[in-house]
């Protein structure tokens, strides 16, 4: 058993990637967007203990009714600021990153059987995402669309797995607004398995 758990040239293979996004993302000192309007609203909520839905931070459209999707993300940040500054919630977002390109490299590994291309194929997907990585709520949608990937996967022999998105939405919604992703996915898994089911081939959820 302990020779399993010493590192070997196969860790280095599952880890390229993940450890690329960290490093790169953990030491970028570009312009974050809005990373600075998110903190702020972040800060409000906190301080007064309540959802804000209306614009205070855009002075054209000021006290325009907003539905801020982001606000979970927000406080956590904010938070995660308090005791930190920018530099700890870096660091957080870097590992969040390098968790979903972590799971991205086991799913593939899974699928092709082959590590290497995993491995391959996960450096290849993040330099192609690389401007993308960048301190926003979107990092939680990549790694919950991720994980939800993974779960659909997975529940073809596992139908337990299926009580999984439902909260894995619910914290998604809270988040980020790309959630609206994740419906498109598992209604991609549901038509795949009535056409399966139609051609009397074995659904991917059967």
């Known amino acids: 058993m302990l020779r399993l758990l010493l590192p070997t040239d196969r860790w280095t293979r599952a880890l390229l990637a993940p450890a690329l996004v960290f490093i790169a993302t953990a030491i970028d000192r570009n312009y974050q967007t809005d990373l600075w309007h998110h903190l702020a609203r972040g800060r409000a909520i906190v301080t007064e203990g309540q959802l804000l839905n209306s614009d205070r931070f855009t002075y054209t459209v000021y006290g325009q009714p907003l539905q801020d999707v982001?606000?979970?993300?927000?406080?956590?940040?904010?938070?995660?600021?308090?005791?930190?500054?920018?530099?700890?919630?870096?660091?957080?977002?870097?590992?969040?990153?390098?968790?979903?390109?972590?799971?991205?490299?086991?799913?593939?590994?899974?699928?092709?059987?082959?590590?290497?291309?995993?491995?391959?194929?996960?450096?290849?997907?993040?330099?192609?995402?690389?401007?993308?990585?960048?301190?926003?709520?979107?990092?939680?949608?990549?790694?919950?669309?991720?994980?939800?990937?993974?779960?659909?996967?997975?529940?073809?022999?596992?139908?337990?797995?299926?009580?999984?998105?439902?909260?894995?939405?619910?914290?998604?919604?809270n988040v980020h607004g790309g959630f609206p992703i994740a419906l498109v996915l598992i209604g991609c898994y549901a038509l795949a398995a009535m056409i399966e089911r139609r051609a009397g081939g074995v659904s991917p959820l059967s």
């Open 70 to 173: 982001n606000w979970g993300w927000q406080v956590l940040s904010y938070h995660l600021h308090t005791l930190g500054g920018l530099p700890l919630v870096q660091a957080a977002n870097s590992a969040l990153l390098a968790v979903m390109m972590a799971v991205l490299v086991a799913l593939a590994w899974r699928r092709s059987g082959s590590l290497i291309a995993a491995s391959a194929v996960c450096v290849v997907t993040f330099f192609g995402l690389w401007q993308l990585l960048i301190i926003r709520p979107q990092t939680l949608s990549l790694l919950l669309f991720v994980i939800l990937y993974g779960v659909l996967e997975g529940a073809a022999r596992r139908r337990w797995l299926l009580l999984l998105p439902p909260l894995l939405m619910a914290m998604w919604v």
